[in-house]
Nanobody
Framework: QVQLVESGGGLVQAGGSLRLSCAAS????????MGWFRQAPGKEREFVAA????????VYADSVKGRFTISRDNAKNTVYLQMNSLKPEDTAVYYC???????????????WGQGTQVTVSS
């Protein structure tokens, strides 16, 4: 079992930045690949970014590439999502998730946090 708790969401103007954090507890954090997903009202949950167990490999959705950066600190059992140049269309609840496989689809992730709201005003 892995417990995940997100933090760092909030209200920001377009063009601004936020950094989300996801603290993990339970089984060894470094055993899991980590991902960030988001879900806007009335839309399906969508992939944002993922990072390998060591942090050496990252992958991003096209919509955030060049603006968002995923990273992890295995010593602190934490994964981060640095979000720059935010746009109103980035408004959503952001979730972190853990998986033991290489995946970008939500159904392949086994553990989820409760989510943190990000609102970008125009």
């Amino acid at each position: 079992q892995v417990q995940l708790v997100e933090s760092g969401g909030g209200l920001v103007q377009a063009g601004g930045s936020l950094r989300l954090s996801c603290a993990a507890s339970g089984r060894t954090f470094s055993s899991y690949r980590m991902g960030w997903f988001r879900q806007a009202p009335g839309k399906e949950r969508e992939f944002v970014a993922a990072i390998s167990k060591s942090g050496g490999t990252t992958v991003y959705a096209d919509s955030v590439k060049g603006r968002f950066t995923i990273s992890r600190d295995n010593a602190k059992n934490t994964v981060y999502l640095q979000m720059n140049s935010l746009k109103p269309e980035d408004t959503a609840v952001y979730y972190c998730a853990a998986t033991e496989v290489v995946a970008t689809t939500p159904r392949r992730y086994d553990y989820w946090g409760q989510g943190t709201q990000v609102t970008v005003s125009s």
